[in-house]
């Protein structure tokens, strides 16, 4: 959980020093609710929200992105 906060906290900071990304895709891992929670509270700081990416495993964390701006 620590290092699903630390990731989104590091990918956070990166957009701010290359500016803003359309989308990323999550880490490795398996989809709790706990994990996503934790990522969807961190892209959301940013603007963005969780989409699963389409044809992918809702239960593995890496089919998920955080989608920022345009249509969610």
């Not at 999550?26 to 700081?45: I, N």
């Not at 969780?50 to 964390?61: A, H, M, V």
């Amino acid at each position: 959980m620590r290092r699903l906060i630390a990731m989104g906290v590091l990918a956070s900071l990166c957009g701010c020093v290359t500016g803003a990304q359309p989308s990323y895709g999550l880490d490795r891992g398996v989809a709790s609710y706990d994990a996503l929670k934790a990522v969807s509270e961190t892209c959301k700081t940013q603007g963005g929200a969780i989409r699963l990416r389409p044809g992918y495993d809702s239960r593995e964390l890496s089919s998920y992105e955080c989608k920022i701006g345009g249509t969610h």
